[in-house]
Nanobody
Framework: QVRLVESGGGSVQAGGSLRLSCAASGSGYSNYYCMGWFRQSPGKGREVVADVSPNGFTRYIDSVKNRFTISRDNAKGNLYLQMNRLEPEDTAMYYC??????????????????WGEGTQVTVSL
């Protein structure tokens, strides 16, 4: 049993920042899980944003490189996504997800066994 709860979403003007958090809990969760952030919008569907391995290796989709930072605090069981220089195109529902292993193919959704309910991010001009 793994429970993932996102928080930190909201509305911000373009160029602003938000930090998303994901609290992981439950007897089925392990710090050895790979953790990822995904987002879904009506125009683009669901896509991976970033993931982080248990020992801190990170990957990002090209459109957020140098703007977003994924990190984890294993002691707290938390996952974070620091989002800077936000753009209207970043508007989406953001989801936290956990996988037994980071997918060899970055962003392969089928590799993730557990998902949160999402937190909305809206970026205006």
């Amino acid at each position: 049993q793994v429970r993932l709860v996102e928080s930190g979403g909201g509305s911000v003007q373009a160029g602003g920042s938000l930090r998303l958090s994901c609290a992981a809990s439950g007897s089925g969760y392990s710090n050895y899980y790979c953790m990822g952030w995904f987002r879904q919008s009506p125009g683009k569907g669901r896509e991976v944003v970033a993931d982080v391995s248990p020992n801190g290796f990170t990957r990002y989709i090209d459109s957020v490189k140098n703007r977003f930072t994924i990190s984890r605090d294993n002691a707290k069981g938390n996952l974070y996504l620091q989002m800077n220089r936000l753009e209207p195109e970043d508007t989406a529902m953001y989801y936290c997800a956990a996988a037994r292993f980071c997918p060899v193919t970055f962003g392969m959704e089928s590799g993730y066994q557990n998902w949160g309910e999402g937190t909305q991010v809206t970026v205006s001009l």
